[in-house]
């Protein structure tokens, strides 16, 4: 590269980068769960963006303990590998039967053991069940981008850093119908915005 060049390319980088911190804006807000006194582990996500990000090297964690998975819900960015540690004195299994993440059986393990799994496609929220114990229940909702949350158990949530544009935010939870906002991202706002859900099938 010619070194008079190269000076200039990193300034423009940086200014690019810059501007893009510039106008990035945060987006926060309530989720309500009709019939229910809170709005905890809802999760909240953008639903496309037109970017391609890299793939996460780190694992995602999803526990078995007291008979029960920990965390109740998993987002994870598409290519993740989730580890499934067995932290209870008994066996357990996990399997699921969405397709969109494999239909995979991985099989049964003792205490302090784990097994692995990653997820290749987006758009996926597959049910994980345990074939010992058939009361456990999880799910891992597979995004194709990094802009989501968790409420927390007032039912707030927050997602920063989102770049300029038109997008679907989106409000999901197991059992409770998915409702959708168009927001559009112009500068550093602040965007408020609630949510509702209502029980499925109601």
Known sequence: ?????????????????????????????KV????????ANVLVYIEHIDSSFATPQKHALMDQKDLMFIPEVLPVLVGTTVDFLNSDNVLHNVFTESRCAGSFNLGTWPKGQIRSHTFTKSDCFATILCDVHP???????????????????????????????SYQLKAWSPFYTTQTITIVIKDNRLIVKNFTLKRANE
Do not use: C
Not at 5 to 22: C, D, G, K, R, V
């Open 1 to 29: 590269m010619n070194q008079k060049l190269f000076p200039a390319l990193l300034i423009t980088l940086f200014t690019l980068s810059t501007i893009h911190a510039t106008f990035a804006g945060d987006i926060k807000g």
């Open 32 to 39: 309500r769960l009709e019939g229910n006194s809170g709005g």
């Open 135 to 165: 009361d456990m229940q999880a799910w891992i909702a597979v995004l194709q981008n990094p802009y989501f949350a968790m409420t927390n158990k007032n039912g707030d949530y927050e997602i920063k850093n989102l770049p300029p544009g």
